[in-house]
């Protein structure tokens, strides 16, 4: 269990943070919430053959504690938002945590070279950073992206991809 939970914290911790702090535009808020999401994975000892099923069970966890974080915000509103605007605000952003899930799938699915600089970038990494990390051109990095982009283009609104990958 220790090897596999030391890859998946390596493999998804900054991902999941990514994720997290898009959700609930608190940093602090989303590191506390990945923490106790590996915490809990820790403390269950459960072990994963497939390190694909982990990632999915790893988000689908995540997505539930951050949904439950809008039902406690929902629940106790803190100022003089109408219930209304609580509701809608929550209904986005189950809606956008859907999307980005499938999202990250898509991209998983992309050849590999474009899968990695996408991943990455997703995670908050510059190009430039990027392509000092997968030891490679500036320019190459930004095709990859550019390609990644295209590919989705017919999956999701190249509004929604731009905003992320550009």
Same mark, same amino acid.
């Given at each position: 269990?220790?090897?596999?939970f030391?890859?998946?914290f390596?493999?998804?911790?900054? %991902?999941?943070?990514?994720?997290?702090?898009? =959700?609930?535009?608190?940093r602090? *808020?989303? $590191?506390?919430?990945? *923490?106790?999401?590996?915490?809990?994975?820790?403390?269950?000892?459960?072990?994963?053959e497939?390190?694909q099923?982990? =990632?999915?069970?790893?988000?689908?966890?995540?997505? /539930?504690?951050?949904?439950?974080?809008?039902r406690?915000?929902?629940?106790? %509103? *803190?100022?003089?938002? !109408?219930d209304?605007?609580?509701?809608?605000?929550?209904?986005?952003?189950?809606? $956008?945590?859907?999307? @980005?899930?499938?999202? @990250? +799938?898509?991209?998983?699915?992309? %050849?590999?070279?474009? !899968?990695?600089?996408? +991943?990455l =970038?997703? *995670?908050?990494?510059? /190009?430039?950073?990027?392509?000092?990390?997968l030891?490679?051109? @500036?320019?190459?990095?930004?095709?990859?992206?550019?390609?990644?982009?295209?590919?989705? =283009?017919?999956?999701?609104?190249?509004?929604?991809? @731009?905003?992320?990958?550009?």
């Amino acid at each position: 269990m220790e090897d596999t939970f030391d890859i998946l914290f390596r493999q998804y911790y900054a %991902p999941m943070i990514f994720y997290a702090d898009g =959700r609930l535009n608190n940093r602090e *808020q989303a $590191e506390d919430v990945v *923490q106790d999401v590996f915490s809990k994975l820790l403390e269950a000892g459960t072990s994963f053959e497939d390190i694909q099923k982990a =990632r999915g069970y790893l988000f689908t966890v995540l997505k /539930n504690k951050i949904i439950d974080i809008f039902r406690y915000n929902r629940l106790h %509103p *803190q100022g003089e938002l !109408s219930d209304h605007l609580v509701e809608d605000t929550t209904e986005e952003r189950l809606f $956008e945590i859907e999307l @980005y899930e499938q999202l @990250y +799938q898509e991209v998983e699915n992309l %050849p590999v070279k474009i !899968s990695e600089a996408m +991943q990455l =970038r997703m *995670q908050g990494y510059d /190009n430039h950073e990027i392509a000092e990390m997968l030891n490679t051109n @500036y320019h190459t990095v930004r095709s990859r992206i550019h390609k990644g982009i295209m590919l989705l =283009r017919g999956k999701f609104d190249k509004n929604l991809l @731009y905003s992320i990958f550009l």
